[in-house]
């Protein structure tokens, strides 16, 4: 893997974990998700073992939410910034950084994903039943840090135990795109000094998807 593709790789990662934020946020706010944004994070979160990056998410065109997310968040423009998205990205790093000191918790965490990714097998990667799983996953895992993401939202959904469910679910896999970031070298310091090239790269991502989207219209 060249520089040039692994850079992209890694814009893609942290665009898996900006949409897990994002949907989180309208989770908690608004109650709704479309079954196909779920079922992209679900995927990632089974996704242990990926020929490549893309393979995470099932094709880069899953990542539309999280790619503009990722422009938004570190535009000039203030305006565009959304603080919420950016406290559960910058939280989801942090929580993955405390995940790799803790080899055992690794291990429970995979065995967790392990039984939920047979049940899928059976019911479907987004059946209640294995979102509950998965939930309960980030529940007995990274759940027990000192360090825990308060989702802010309209109490009448996050009293609903199944939107909840969702929330922790879209938590583990925002988790899970921050594990694929580290893997391929990114760091808090790109975050700072790399905006602009994490922008370019977003923006050349979308124009692909863009592009593949007209070719299949034609």
Request: net charge positive.
């Amino acid at each position: 893997m060249d520089s040039s593709e692994k850079q992209l790789n890694r814009t893609l990662a942290l665009a898996g974990v900006l949409q897990a934020a994002y949907l989180v946020k309208q989770l908690a706010w608004k109650g709704t998700l479309s079954q196909e944004e779920l079922n992209t994070c679900v995927h990632s979160i089974f996704e242990i073992n990926p020929a490549s990056v893309e393979d995470v998410y099932g094709d880069i065109s899953n990542l539309t939410c999280g790619l503009n997310a990722l422009i938004n968040l570190f535009s000039d423009q203030q305006a565009n910034k959304d603080p919420e998205v950016a406290r559960y990205t910058i939280s989801l790093l942090h929580l993955e950084r405390l995940l790799i000191k803790k080899p055992t918790m690794i291990n429970l965490l995979q065995r967790g994903v392990e039984r939920a990714k047979n049940q899928a097998n059976h019911f479907g990667p987004t059946h209640e039943n294995v979102i509950a799983n998965l939930a309960s996953v980030y529940t007995d895992t990274l759940s027990t840090f000192k360090f825990r993401i308060h989702v802010s939202g309209e109490s009448t959904y996050l009293s609903n135990s199944n939107i909840v469910n969702k929330i922790r679910t879209l938590l583990l896999a925002g988790v899970r795109s921050a594990v694929l970031w580290r893997q391929l070298d990114g760091s808090r310091w790109q975050l700072v000094f790399s905006k602009r090239t994490l922008i370019q790269d977003a923006k050349y991502l979308l124009t692909r998807i863009k592009a593949k989207d007209l070719a299949h219209s034609d």
